[in-house]
C-alpha cells in the first residue's frame, strides 16, 4: 500500500496542470467568494434632472453615487440614459411627489436603491422632518424577475460551454486518434484547418442561442424588445472568443483530461465574476477588474441590453468593440499554436511518405 501511495504522489508531481488546479482553483474561489460573491450594492450610478436637479443631488445619501445632473433635461432624458446603461437610478425633480426611475436589469441595485429611499424616509421622520415622497417607477424588468436577467445571461453561459468544452475536447479527440496528423499533410493551411473545425460548432451554438432564447421567451415571458441584427453580432463575437479558447486550449492538452481542466479554470471565473449571478457593482475594487477582462461580462451587458432594454448599437460600441478585440487575439494565438502543433507532424509525414516501400523477395 505504501508503494502506491509513493507512486500516485509521485505521478501528481509529474502532472503539472492537476497540481496546479489542486492549488490555484481553491485559492481562486476563496477571493472569488470572499471579495466578489456579494448581492450588497454600495454604489449606486444617479442621475439628477429638472429644476431642482443640483438641490436634491446635494441632499442624496447612502449609496446614491451622481454621475450627472442637468437641471434642463426631463423624465425622457433619464428614460435613455437608463436605457443606454449609463445611470441606474435617475431622479426627476420640478414635481411633487418626486420621481425616481429605476433600471430594472440591475435587479440588486433597484432592490438597494428601494431599501435606500425608504431609509431615508425613516431618517427624516425621526428628525422630525416631513420626509420627501417619491414615487418609484422600475423600468425594463417592472416587477423585477429575476428568470428577465437571467435567461439572457444563460445564452452566455451556454455559448461559453460550446465554445469553450466542446470545441477543445473535440480537436484533442481527433489529436489522440490521429486525425490532426492526417490533416498535417494535406495542402491545407493553418486557418482552414481552425476555421473548418469551429464552423460546425458555430452553427450548433448559433441553434442552441435561438432555441434558449424562444424558450426563455415562452415558458418565462422574456422580453425581446431590442434589435435581433445587434443581439446577433454580440453573440458571433462571444462565439468567436470562446471557440478561439477552445482551441487554444486544445493546442496545449494531451489529452481529453488535460482539456477539460483547463476549460473548467476558464468557465468557472466568468460563471462567478461576469454579473450572471453577482452584480459587478458589489465587487471589491481590488477585484473588479477581473470582470471586465473576462469576455462573458461584456456579452451580458449586450444580451441584456438588447433583450430588455433595447440598446441601440451606438451605446453598446464598447462592448462591441472589446469582444472584437478579443476574438481577434485569442483566434490569432490559437492559429500560432495550431500551426506550431501542426509543423512537426507535417515534416513527420513528409518524411515517412519518402521512404521506400520494402520490397518483397
Not at 77 to 105: C, I, N, Y
Not at 126 to 151: C, E, H, N, R, Y
Not at 170 to 194: C, H, K, N, Y
Request: aromatic share 8%; glycine share 8%; proline share 6%.
Amino acid at each position: 500500500m505504501w508503494a502506491m501511495i509513493v507512486k500516485e504522489f509521485r505521478q501528481l508531481k509529474r502532472d503539472r496542470r492537476t497540481l496546479a488546479m489542486l492549488v490555484v482553483l481553491p485559492v481562486l474561489l476563496l477571493v472569488i467568494f470572499g471579495y466578489a460573491a456579494k448581492f450588497e450594492v454600495s454604489n449606486i450610478p444617479t442621475i439628477v434632472v429638472g429644476p431642482q436637479a443640483e438641490q436634491v443631488a446635494s441632499q442624496l445619501q447612502g449609496p446614491f453615487q451622481v454621475v450627472e445632473v442637468d437641471p434642463g433635461a426631463g423624465k425622457s432624458f433619464v428614460e435613455s440614459r437608463l436605457r443606454d446603461g449609463k445611470a441606474v437610478v435617475g431622479l426627476v425633480t420640478g414635481q411633487r411627489p418626486l420621481l425616481a426611475l429605476m433600471d430594472g436589469t440591475q435587479l440588486f441595485a433597484a432592490q438597494a436603491a428601494e431599501g435606500a429611499f425608504a431609509h431615508m424616509a425613516r431618517a427624516a421622520e425621526a428628525s422630525g422632518v416631513t420626509p420627501p415622497a417619491v414615487t418609484v417607477q422600475i423600468l425594463f424588468d417592472p416587477k423585477l424577475m429575476s428568470s428577465w436577467i437571467m435567461i439572457p445571461g444563460l445564452t452566455g453561459l451556454i455559448l461559453l460551454f460550446i465554445g469553450t468544452l466542446i470545441t477543445s475536447l473535440g480537436i484533442v479527440r481527433e489529436r489522440q486518434s490521429g486525425t490532426i496528423e492526417q490533416l498535417a499533410v494535406m495542402p491545407f493551411r493553418p486557418w482552414d484547418v481552425i476555421f473548418g473545425k469551429i464552423v460546425p460548432y458555430l452553427l450548433l451554438a448559433s441553434l442552441d442561442l435561438t432555441v434558449i432564447v424562444g424558450v426563455g421567451m415562452l415558458l418565462f415571458g422574456v422580453p425581446f424588445v431590442g434589435s435581433v441584427a445587434t443581439f446577433g453580432l454580440g453573440a458571433l463575437l462571444f462565439l468567436l472568443v470562446t471557440l478561439g479558447m477552445g482551441v487554444l486550449i486544445s493546442t496545449v492538452s494531451q489529452n481529453q483530461g488535460q482539456a477539460i481542466q483547463l476549460a473548467i479554470m476558464f468557465v468557472v471565473p466568468q460563471v462567478l465574476m461576469s454579473g450572471l449571478i453577482f452584480p459587478i457593482s458589489s465587487m471589491a475594487e481590488a477585484v473588479r477588474w477581473i470582470a471586465y477582462v473576462l469576455p462573458l461580462s461584456w456579452y451580458i451587458e449586450i444580451s441584456r441590453g438588447v433583450m430588455l432594454k433595447d440598446t441601440p448599437v451606438a451605446a453598446l460600441w464598447e462592448p462591441l468593440v472589446v469582444l472584437a478585440g478579443m476574438a481577434v487575439v485569442v483566434l490569432g494565438l490559437a492559429m500560432l499554436r495550431f500551426r506550431r502543433d501542426l509543423a512537426p507532424s507535417a515534416r513527420h509525414g513528409r518524411v515517412t511518405a519518402a521512404q521506400p516501400e520494402p520490397v518483397s523477395p
